[in-house]
């Protein structure tokens, strides 16, 4: 037994030596203004050994760093004037993640632990590199690669939490380009972040802004079920926005929980009955699945019991959605739209004498 803790000690020990050894080469290396392609190579090789026996946290740390700081090495390999096509195909998106994500767990490690041995040397990098970031990103913005812009700018906010102007940018950016998904993401941690910090920590959105853009993604998204608790948010902070109390209801409608999205629609109506627009708009809601309905219905000229099904929900949805355009045509004659809409209700309902009036 003795001899087997002596082997383990022994090997323990030489592993030990053997970081030691990789980390002074990493750090000699690191050094340096400028590295060779061949020392770049040798970084490389060295970070990657040290990164297969690293055991304590330290070392593991180390490990993050140097990987971290390793894009950055390999800047200064391109010479004293790269050009932007050198640059970018170095600093891409994976990249600046990788250096972010080493920086970030570095700083976090060495907060906790009260050793700093890599700390200095990352804030007197952030002082060139986090302008170099933020001017990439501006770049990105004008060019409208909105999304790839939007990944910098959380990057910045990741490397300062503090200034909230870049997690804000990051959400504005990803819904911009059409990355609902990110945009949610970004916004979701705006609301966890909250809205009572001051300066670099006050966002310019308000918590309204914030509440009606999660859940116009959500409805974008067509995750009703989640979008009708972020409306329902929305309208605990402003009771008065009639447009986002008759999207909640649209919610329930298209879960098909047509009681609740009578009620609810009911009581937007009742508190603005004689807006002619309103009106309109909610019974052209009801037709919305009017087009997949008559495609249906034309694929099943030769199937009897099918056909007459999909007629009947035909006619019984004109027949629900025909008392709003009865009442928007009341308040407002002149809305060709109504007027033609309301014809077609009276036409498929068999109501030829009421159709015939609206010539």
């Known amino acids: 037994m003795k001899k087997v803790i002596f082997s383990i000690a022994l090997f323990t020990t030489v592993f030990s030596f053997a970081q030691k050894d990789e980390l002074k080469v990493l750090k000699k290396l690191y050094a340096k203004d400028k590295l060779t392609v061949e020392e770049y190579s040798q970084f490389k090789e060295t970070l990657t050994k040290l990164e297969s026996v690293a055991s304590l946290e330290e070392d593991k740390i180390s490990v993050e760093f140097y ?18 096509a050198q640059i970018a195909k170095i600093m891409n998106p994976s990249s600046l993640n990788q250096i972010v994500k080493g920086i970030k767990n570095t700083l976090d490690f060495e907060t906790k632990s009260g050793k700093k041995v890599y700390t200095d040397d990352i804030h007197e990098t952030l002082n060139w590199f986090k302008p170099m970031l933020q001017q990439s ?40 380009g059409d990355d609902f998904e990110l945009g949610s993401t970004y916004y979701k941690e705006i609301q966890k972040v909250g809205f009572k910090g001051s300066g670099l920590q006050k966002f310019q959105s308000t918590e309204l802004d914030v509440a009606k853009i999660i859940a116009y993604i959500s409805f974008q998204k067509k995750d009703y079920e989640q979008a009708k608790k972020d409306y329902a948010l929305v309208n605990q902070l402003n009771s008065d926005d009639v447009e986002s109390q008759i999207n909640e209801a649209n919610c329930y409608y298209y879960l098909n929980d047509l009681t609740t999205y009578k009620a609810k629609i009911s009581a937007v109506l009742a508190k603005d009955p004689n807006n002619a627009t309103l009106q309109f708009n909610v019974g052209y809601l009801m037709l919305s699945d009017d087009a997949k309905l008559v495609e249906e219905i034309n694929a099943n000229l030769k199937n009897d019991k099918k056909y007459n099904e999909l007629t009947a929900k035909r006619k019984e949805m004109f027949k629900n959605a025909m008392p709003y355009f009865e009442k928007s045509y009341q308040l407002d004659a002149s809305n060709a739209d109504c007027k033609a809409i309301l014809k077609t209700c009276y036409e498929i309902l068999g109501m030829k004498d009421k159709a015939a009036i609206l010539k």
């Open 137 to 176: 990103a501006l770049m990105l913005n004008d060019a409208k690669k909105f999304k790839e812009a939007s990944v910098l700018f959380y990057n910045l906010y990741q490397l300062d939490t503090n200034d909230v102007a870049n997690l804000e940018n990051a959400a504005i950016l990803a819904v911009q």
């Open 67 to 84: 990987k971290g700081m390793s894009p950055l090495l390999q800047l200064s390999t391109l010479g004293e004037q790269p050009s932007p």
